[in-house]
């Protein structure tokens, strides 16, 4: 068994959704790129009010458009009820290096957005999927342009530059969108 990581190692890769069946069976909400690769990640955790336990995939298939799997901790459909909604994380370390012009959405939030006309949107909170593309909830500051929330798509038109280590996001967005 391994020891439970530091919480600020970690990365949330999914969730749980309703139970599947009697037997103790859960969809599989993956935020994976290829939704099947998040079961070649291995060592899952999940987040409870008592703290990261570990989460041990038993068996696992394509079910219509989605995944459902059966794991160790969860014997049968009652304790299946209780888990909707948990969501799954692994360590950071067990990740292949993102690609050139690549990022995972943990390692964003939290970044600074500043516009072409070099002026501070405010920082990003979110980001998720939509059908079209991604995007980055931008939400205002004490030190922003204004009090606005935004919703700024991630697409390369929009996204001039990413610099990770100044932890700062230039975008061709105007204040007044």
């Known amino acids: 068994m391994s020891s439970v990581p530091d919480a600020n190692t970690l990365m949330k890769i999914g969730q749980l959704k309703k139970p599947y069946g009697i037997k103790g069976w859960l969809w599989v909400f993956s935020d994976t ?23 041990t995939v038993k068996a696992w298939r394509e079910q219509g458009t989605g995944l459902v799997a059966q794991f160790e901790q969860v014997p049968d459909r009652n304790v299946a009820e209780t888990m909707n909604g948990v969501t799954i994380w692994v360590a950071k370390d067990v990740l292949p290096e993102p ?19 070099d002026e501070y949107l405010g920082d990003i909170t979110e980001m998720f999927a939509t059908g079209a593309h991604d995007i980055m909830r931008v939400a205002s500051t004490a030190d922003s342009l204004d009090g606005e929330e935004r919703l700024i798509p991630w697409h390369k038109q929009t996204v001039v530059t990413v610099d990770m280590a100044a932890k700062t996001v230039l975008v061709a967005w105007q204040s007044d969108y």
């Not at 990022?103 to 964003?108: A, K, T």
Request: without cysteine; proline residues 2%; negative net charge.
């Open 33 to 55: 790129d290829e939704h099947a690769e998040i079961f070649d990640i291995k060592q899952w955790w999940m987040k409870t009010a008592s703290g990261m336990k570990p989460l």
């Open 99 to 117: 690609n050139e012009d690549e990022y995972y959405w943990s390692d964003l939030v939290g970044m600074r957005v500043m516009n072409e006309q």
